[in-house]
DNA sequence: AGCATTGTTTCACA
DNA sequence: TTGTGAAACAATGC
């Protein structure tokens, strides 16, 4: 379920095992830890202790003590962080720490397309779609040929963003997917950026993206909850996209 | 059986 | 060279 919100709930997670030394390490998933070899991240980071936890966009990453590296963290598809729990009986438990005392710390995946990896580069990712400022976001977002969608889903231009927070906020907007980034007035840009902020804060204290108005209209009677007309699918950046034909333009 | 899937990376092409 | 888009990746659910 992982887009912003998610992986901020799961920062949140990591941040209360902090402190615990990490008395081992399951990093025999040879495709989720690539392009480590299983025991190289156990390695790296056995008798040390996780002491801060990060985020931007869906990339998480926490540091290590006694100058340890960072471990990055990412859900993937269908990710998330469990503490504490007894293991997946059907082993979904992808990668995992645990600590002296007997605590866990499991990176829970069904699909596989989760990522544990030591030192992370984060080069070619954009700014966090929730800090980015909205100059920054005009500046990334609203330019090129690529319709909106597209690029609010790519995550060098600002990270965080899925599909369907893609599709709440364009909706929120009233903004078409298919507009041509570049060719967004300026004031339309700003109502995209302030509507996204929203969002994001919205998704994370109601508990996930899921909580949006406009994605039940995916699965249900497939008319917009505002105008009521038949929603439009096809796919836009490479997704999956909804949207009222009416109401956004 | 076949298709879709809340993500990212790689590769082909303009 | 840069930007865009499609395919590949893994595994599950409808």
């Known amino acids: 379920m992982p887009e912003l919100p998610e992986a901020e709930r799961a920062r949140r997670q990591i941040e209360r095992v902090l402190g615990r030394e990490i008395v081992s390490v399951d990093d025999t998933d040879s495709y989720v830890c690539r392009p480590h070899a299983p025991g190289e991240i156990a390695a790296a980071i056995t008798g040390r202790t996780l ?4 985020r931007r966009g869906k990339f998480l990453w926490v540091e290590t003590s006694d100058g340890g590296p960072d471990l990055g963290l990412h859900l993937g598809m269908a990710g998330s962080i469990v503490l504490d729990g007894h293991r997946a009986p059907n082993g979904w438990d992808r990668f995992a720490l645990e600590f002296a005392g007997g605590g866990r710390m499991a990176l829970r995946d069904k699909r596989r397309l989760g990522r544990a990896v030591i030192e992370p580069d984060f080069s070619h990712i954009g700014p966090d779609a929730g800090e980015v400022t909205a100059k920054e976001f005009r500046d990334r977002v609203g330019r090129g040929s690529a319709p909106i969608k ?15 927070l893609a599709d709440e906020v364009l909706w929120q907007a009233k903004v078409s ?23 994001i804060a919205d998704a994370i204290a109601k ?42 333009r």
């Not at 002491?51 to 990060?54: C, L, M, N, Q, R």
């Not at 597209?150 to 369907?164: E, Y």
């Open 150 to 164: 597209a690029k609010l889903l790519d995550q060098g231009a600002i990270a965080g963003v899925g599909n369907l």
């Open 207 to 248: 508990g996930g993206v899921h909580t949006g108005v406009v994605i039940p209209a995916r699965k249900g009677s497939g008319t917009c909850p505002r105008c009521d007309a038949p929603m439009t699918r096809a796919t836009i950046g490479g997704r999956t996209t909804w949207w009222c034909p009416r109401c956004q």
């Open 177 to 199: 997917p298919q507009a041509i980034a570049g060719e967004i007035s300026r004031p339309r840009l700003n109502r995209l950026y302030e509507q996204l902020q929203a969002s």
């Open 51 to 54: 002491t801060e936890a990060h």
